[in-house]
């Protein structure tokens, strides 16, 4: 069974450019979370999804912003890029209520480096 | 404040030298305390999850367990391949999905 899955893996952007990354969560999964990892700190919550509904949102400025879709995919979203959100970008798939699980599975992240 | 803190930073040891991890947590209720592994540039694997005080789980030469305060991660007879970075995780009962990382600590198991 296929995990969950990000695009791109990597991407360079310029100060004050706009960045999409995307996310697919594991078959099944309904609850998509973000988070931003910058270098020798543990993961930061940015957003949690479930049923397409933003349930949880973490200690982040209005230029993010999320979405889900549909078929449980996400997009984060992020505006105006300063050189400080320059971090892996992880996201998690967890099946929450469905399996009464709060496992989260992250992927593999997409690496963004802003200049 | 809610609050994770792993120790030590950074872990060097020998291939079959066994050593524990720690995780301490300040938290308003545990919803569930969760060990990850993560190697440079990917993301974090899942090992366990803990729900509550005196829970113990083992995969392979990794064993967790759990009090009130403070989660340990056990690696009995490490190999080179047990080289990582060891993040613990805690869901408080206000949150379905707001994980509250530590920093990690960093292992390398030398041969």
């Known amino acids: 069974d296929a995990g969950v899955t990000q695009s791109p893996t990597h991407l360079i952007k310029t100060r004050g450019q706009h960045v999409t990354l995307r996310c697919s969560p594991i078959?099944?999964?309904?609850?998509v979370s973000w988070y931003q990892q910058v270098l020798g700190q543990g993961p930061q919550f940015i957003f949690q999804?479930?049923?397409?509904?933003?349930?949880g949102r973490g200690n982040f400025p209005d230029r993010f912003s999320a979405r889900q879709f549909p078929n449980y995919s996400s997009e984060l979203n992020v505006n105006a890029l300063l050189l400080g959100d320059s971090a892996l970008y992880l996201c998690?798939?967890?099946?929450?209520?469905?399996?009464?699980?709060?496992?989260?599975?992250f992927g593999p992240g997409t690496r963004l480096t802003v200049t | 404040e809610d609050q994770v803190t792993q120790s030590p930073e950074a872990l060097r040891l020998q291939e079959g030298e066994s050593s524990s991890l720690n995780c301490s947590y300040t938290?308003?209720?545990?919803?569930?305390l969760f060990w990850y592994r993560q190697d440079p540039g990917k993301g974090p694997e899942f090992l366990f999850t803990?729900?509550?005080a005196g829970e113990e789980k083992e995969k392979e030469r990794l064993k967790a367990t759990l009090t009130k305060k403070e989660s340990f991660l056990h690696i009995t007879a490490p190999k080179p391949e047990d080289s990582a970075t060891y993040l613990c995780?805690?869901?408080?009962?206000?949150?379905?999905?707001?994980?509250?990382f530590g920093a990690g600590t960093q292992v390398v198991v030398t041969p």
């Open positions: 938290v308003s209720g545990l919803r569930g």
């Open positions: 995780a805690v869901l408080t009962t206000d949150s379905w999905g707001k994980l509250q």
């Open positions: 999804y479930y049923e397409k509904e933003e349930r």
């Open positions: 998690a798939s967890s099946g929450l209520l469905a399996d009464s699980s709060y496992e989260q599975y």
């Open positions: 078959s099944g999964h309904k609850s």
């Open positions: 803990l729900y509550s």
